[in-house]
């Protein structure tokens, strides 16, 4: 090999190293949205074990728990199981402190922990209001149809709401219909 084809050889993988770390996500971006203020502590109302009956029946199931702020976060996990006792939906969720705000992650999976989003691509909510027992979350990046969520604690009731964005023109005109929003009122239970 000459001198020359060494050259051509050492740029083209130079080159191709370079693309590859540019094909790395980049950390999380500044928030663009207006900023609500907020520190990790503020999220701790919703620490502990919630669950409640669901459907018109009360047959399913739906429990949501979460950690007590550690550090700049906490984590969550959300299941609805049907009336067989079957896992439905679950979801992995995190609040992050990040530069001055909240951020939201959200994750679902089946029962076989089958993952729906992307590997790479978690749902991203950003805090738009709060109050020493509210935060509501909206739509940062990657979120679907989903434009935010609600999370109300009433004494020992915690209210939450999956809200759903209004339907583009294009899917109207295909005849899809807006996903009605999901409301949750879950009580307070003992961690066993």
């Given at each position: 090999?000459?001198s020359?084809?060494?050259?051509?050889?050492?740029?083209?993988?130079?080159?191709?190293?370079?693309?590859?770390?540019?094909?790395?996500?980049?950390?999380?971006?500044?928030?663009?949205?207006?900023?609500?203020?907020?520190?990790?502590?503020?999220?701790?109302?919703?620490?502990?074990?919630?669950?409640?009956?669901?459907g018109?029946?009360?047959?399913?199931?739906?429990?949501?728990?979460?950690?007590?702020p550690?550090?700049?976060?906490?984590?969550?996990?959300?299941?609805w199981?049907?009336?067989n006792?079957?896992?439905?939906?679950?979801?992995?969720?995190?609040?992050?402190?990040?530069?001055?705000?909240?951020?939201?992650?959200?994750?679902?999976?089946?029962?076989?922990?089958?993952?729906?989003?992307?590997?790479?691509?978690?749902?991203?909510?950003?805090?738009?209001?709060?109050?020493?027992?509210?935060?509501?979350?909206?739509?940062?990046?990657?979120?679907?149809?989903?434009?935010?969520?609600?999370?109300?604690?009433?004494?020992?009731?915690?209210?939450?709401?999956?809200?759903?964005?209004?339907?583009?023109?294009?899917?109207?005109?295909?005849?899809?219909?807006?996903?009605?929003?999901?409301?949750?009122?879950?009580?307070?239970?003992?961690?066993?």
């Open positions: 090999m000459t020359t084809m060494r050259w051509l050889f050492a740029a083209a993988a130079l080159a191709a190293i370079s693309l590859l770390a540019a094909r790395r996500p980049d950390p999380e971006p500044p928030v663009k949205t207006p900023q609500v203020d907020a520190t990790i502590a503020e999220a701790g109302f919703l620490a502990g074990r919630w669950q409640a009956a669901m018109p029946q009360k047959d399913s199931f739906a429990e949501e728990i979460w950690s007590e550690n550090g700049k976060n906490m984590i969550g996990m959300f299941r199981n049907d009336s006792g079957v896992s439905d939906v679950q979801e992995i969720i995190s609040i992050t402190e990040e530069n001055g705000t909240l951020l939201l992650r959200l994750r679902h999976q089946n029962a076989a922990a089958i993952a729906w989003e992307d590997k790479d691509k978690p749902m991203v909510f950003v805090l738009a209001e709060k109050s020493p027992t509210l935060a509501r979350f909206v739509s940062l990046r990657d979120t679907g149809s989903v434009a935010g969520c609600r999370y109300e604690r009433q004494g020992d009731k915690l209210l939450i709401d999956v809200l759903f964005a209004p339907l583009s023109p294009e899917a109207a005109a295909a005849g899809k219909s807006r996903r009605n929003d999901l409301h949750f009122e879950l009580t307070r239970a003992p961690l066993k």
